[in-house]
């Protein structure tokens, strides 16, 4: 999420419009008070000026994108799917696949929920909340490679411990897809949303995004609470990304298609005992 091209004129325009429009509507909410609410900091200012649902983790990141030059690296199309799907279900759980410059923004769009980043590079975990502490990030050990994911693809199905049957993730060491080693309120946590836009898949020593695609379908399988549980894959114009976004999350659970963005809608799975299962 962190190594994407530099900011293009399109997303800079976006983001001076975005500045222009927050600071212009609280000079006007300043005037049209009718000189009720005080121009000046000496003076106090009313509660009503910064309403009690604004948290400052929401202000924090209206500071950020307005004086940073970098911003989130998905299109204002692909961000309006997921943002969509949060106005709806939100304060909810939401996790994330990678730590960037977009964190501090779905982690605002979520302020009363839980939102937690999963990452694969301790030192850029600790560089981004040296500047954003509220964020909430665990540091992910990944056992694949980039180069090995259509290897993993066909070896899985011979592996019985990566069967639907079983549907484990923790302790699971004989499935290489299944991500291990996580804090034990990740697994114990249900997930009403999660992004998957990480780690890293650009190059054959890369982690590949294999585990966490396959990680994040036994977790929407295992739900236990009502409803379904949205996952968001990005970068499908990949090769891996598209193979294992149908091998595991299912064409048949894809609700919307937008740019390099699969909206998947993912129900709780029937109690599955066929060893010969598929995913899909």
Not at 47 to 75: G, K, M, N, R, W
Request: proline share 6%.
């Amino acid at each position: 999420m962190k190594n994407r091209p530099p900011i293009t004129d399109r997303g800079l325009y976006l983001l001076l419009s975005a500045g222009a429009i927050i600071a212009g509507s609280l000079l006007l909410s300043t005037f049209n008070g009718g000189g009720e609410i005080p121009l000046f900091c000496s003076e106090s200012i009313p509660e009503e000026f910064f309403p009690s649902t604004t948290t400052p983790l929401q202000l924090d990141a209206i500071l950020h994108y307005a004086t940073s030059q970098v911003v989130p690296q998905q299109s204002l199309e692909e961000i309006t799917v997921s943002f969509d799907v949060l106005q709806s279900i939100s304060p909810c759980n939401f996790l994330v696949f990678g730590l960037g410059h977009d964190s501090l923004m779905w982690a605002s769009f979520n302020p009363l929920g839980k939102t937690l980043f999963l990452e694969e590079d301790p030192t850029w975990v600790r560089s981004v909340l040296k500047t954003s502490p509220d964020l909430n990030a665990v540091t992910v050990n990944y056992r694949t490679k980039q180069a090995d994911a259509f290897e993993l693809l066909n070896w899985y199905q011979s592996e019985p411990e990566c069967a639907p049957s079983k549907s484990y993730i923790r302790g699971n060491t004989q499935c290489k897809l299944a991500i291990t080693g996580l804090p034990d309120h990740v697994y114990d946590q249900e997930w009403d949303m999660i992004m998957i836009d990480a780690p890293r898949g650009y190059f054959d020593e890369a982690p590949g995004r294999m585990g966490a695609i396959y990680t994040v379908a036994v977790m929407a399988r295992n739900r236990k609470k009502s409803g379904v549980t949205h996952v968001f894959l990005h970068d499908v114009n990949r090769k891996t990304e598209k193979a294992y976004g149908e091998e595991f999350l299912c064409r048949r659970n894809l609700k919307k298609s937008v740019g390099r963005l699969w909206h998947f809608e993912i129900p709780p799975a029937a109690n599955v005992t066929d060893q010969n299962a598929k995913f899909c």
